[in-house]
C-alpha cells in the first residue's frame, strides 16, 4: 500500500512542462503558435481534435485536412523555468506567446 501511495504523491509533484509551443505544415510553411500549463498534453489534445476533425481554429483544420498528418509537426519554442512562481505563470505565458508569434509572423491557435 505504500508503494502506491509514494507513486500516487510523485505523480502529483512530477515538473509538468510549460511553455510555448508552435505547430508548422511543413507543405505550406504556415506556423501557429500557443502557449500551455502542460506541454505534453497540448500535443496530446491538439492532434486528437484535428485528427477527428473537431479543432476551433479553421484555417489550422482546414490544413489538416488538406494534407496529411505527417505534413504537420509539433516543436516546443520555449519551456518556462520550473521555479516560475504559479501566480506569475499566466502572465508570463502570455508575453512569450505574444513575443513568439511577432518573432515567428505566426497566427495564434484560436481556441
Do not use: Y
Not at 512530477?14 to 500557443?34: E, L, M, N, Q, Y
Not at 484535428?50 to 519551456?79: C, I, M, N, P, Y
Not at 523555468?81 to 518573432?103: F, H, R, Y
Amino acid at each position: 500500500m505504500n508503494t502506491r501511495k509514494a507513486a500516487i504523491r510523485e505523480f502529483k509533484e512530477r515538473a509538468v512542462p510549460r511553455g510555448i509551443f508552435a505547430v508548422r505544415c511543413k507543405a505550406t510553411g504556415s506556423v501557429w503558435v500557443d502557449s500551455s500549463p502542460n506541454l505534453t498534453a497540448a500535443k496530446n489534445g491538439l492532434w486528437f481534435m484535428l485528427r477527428t476533425g473537431s479543432h476551433r481554429d479553421k484555417q489550422l483544420q482546414a490544413e489538416w485536412k488538406e494534407r496529411s498528418e505527417e505534413q504537420f509537426a509539433f516543436e516546443v519554442l520555449e519551456e518556462l523555468d520550473p521555479d516560475t512562481p504559479a501566480l506569475a505563470v499566466d502572465d508570463e505565458l502570455k508575453a512569450k506567446k505574444a513575443a513568439w508569434i511577432e518573432e515567428l509572423k505566426a497566427k495564434a491557435i484560436q481556441k
